[in-house]
């Protein structure tokens, strides 16, 4: 069974940075995207930032230049450097695997993660 697991979030004045991992219970080389999600209150989950193999990573338009997404195969972990936080992106985010060929997806639990202005 594969989990997820998420650390890191915590609160942090804007400006701030924070670095995100998500360790997964098997080898992150079984899965072809991984990526990060969030969720603000009231508001729809949306993709923040993933990574195909091959290389290719993706970025919403809000995070450019100041997130970086990242994955050590070697330590089955995916990460996500946040710099320059804002407080629009307080939000709880989630760390998704996905193995598309056989169409399955994996969530972690979230981690909260809040920006004071």
């Known amino acids: 069974q594969v989990q997820l697991v998420e650390s890191g979030g915590g609160l942090v004045q804007a400006g701030g940075s924070l670095r995100l991992s998500c360790a997964a219970s098997?080898?992150?080389?079984?899965?072809?995207?991984a990526g990060w999600y969030r969720q603000a209150p009231g508001k729809q989950r949306e993709l923040v930032a993933r990574t195909i193999s091959g290389g290719s990573t993706n970025y919403a338009d809000s995070v450019k230049d100041r997130f970086t997404i990242s994955r050590d195969n070697a330590k089955n972990t995916v990460f996500l450097q946040m710099d320059s936080l804002k407080p629009e992106d307080t939000a709880v985010y989630y760390c998704?695997?996905?193995?598309?060929?056989?169409?399955?997806?994996?969530w972690g639990q979230g981690t909260q993660v809040t920006v004071s202005s």
């Open positions: 998704n695997m996905q193995r598309t060929w056989a169409g399955l997806t994996y």
């Open positions: 098997v080898s992150t080389n079984t899965f072809n995207v």
